[in-house]
């Protein structure tokens, strides 16, 4: 019989937190919930363990910014399911791998992005993920400080101060420091 227990050689899951104000919501920075687990009832457990962590922390939404294909490269297609199962909300915005947000992402966060703010002005928390949690949920991260009422280049600086390796990328970068709070 295969045991679904969890074993050391899983990394903790850990979410970086950031704040547009101290009145406001918390944004929460994650690499993929069950990222660790790769496929079967192990990596299932290791999704289990990972979405408690972020009910425990409070998000309300989770916003997944991961390629279509990544759900099955990481063994998480269950993912969108299980967060809705737990009482979050879950939104996909597209965003391939090494890019910054294209035109699937837009169309996508015209709406979502006056719920995220919604969220935030309400003091609740709302996680963003991508496959590590380096780039593109940083990025975006950033771009939701800005819609918050921060400057393009202070939301990249209050990004890196808590993660130094957050945006990376050249065109992550600029799309940050072009990005332009839209109206509601």
């Not at 903790?12 to 790769?38: K, L, N, Y």
């Not at 590590?132 to 990004?159: I, K, Q, S, Y």
């Not at 065109?171 to 332009?180: F, M, P």
């Amino acid at each position: 019989m295969e045991s679904t227990a969890i074993t050391s050689h899983v990394p903790p899951f850990h979410i970086a937190e950031i704040s547009p104000r101290t009145d406001r919501g918390v944004i929460g920075v994650s690499s993929c919930p069950g990222r660790h687990g790769g496929e079967g009832a192990h990596g299932s457990g290791v999704l289990a363990r990972d979405l408690v962590r972020v009910r425990e922390w409070g998000a309300k939404a989770v916003l997944s910014v991961l390629d279509r294909s990544e759900f099955d490269e990481l063994g998480v297609t269950a993912l969108p399911e299980q967060v809705r199962r737990s009482g979050m909300g879950w939104h996909h915005l597209p965003i391939r791998r090494r890019y910054p947000p294209g035109p699937a992402f837009e169309r996508i966060w015209s709406d979502v992005r006056a719920e995220a703010t919604g969220v935030l002005e309400a003091g609740e928390r709302i996680l963003i993920h991508c496959n590590e949690g380096f780039a593109r949920a940083w990025t975006v991260a950033a771009c939701l400080l800005v819609e918050c009422g921060m400057a393009p280049v202070d939301a990249l600086e209050r990004v890196r101060s808590v993660q130094p390796r957050a945006i990376p990328l050249v065109l992550q970068e600029w799309y940050v420091i072009n990005y332009r709070r839209q109206s509601s």
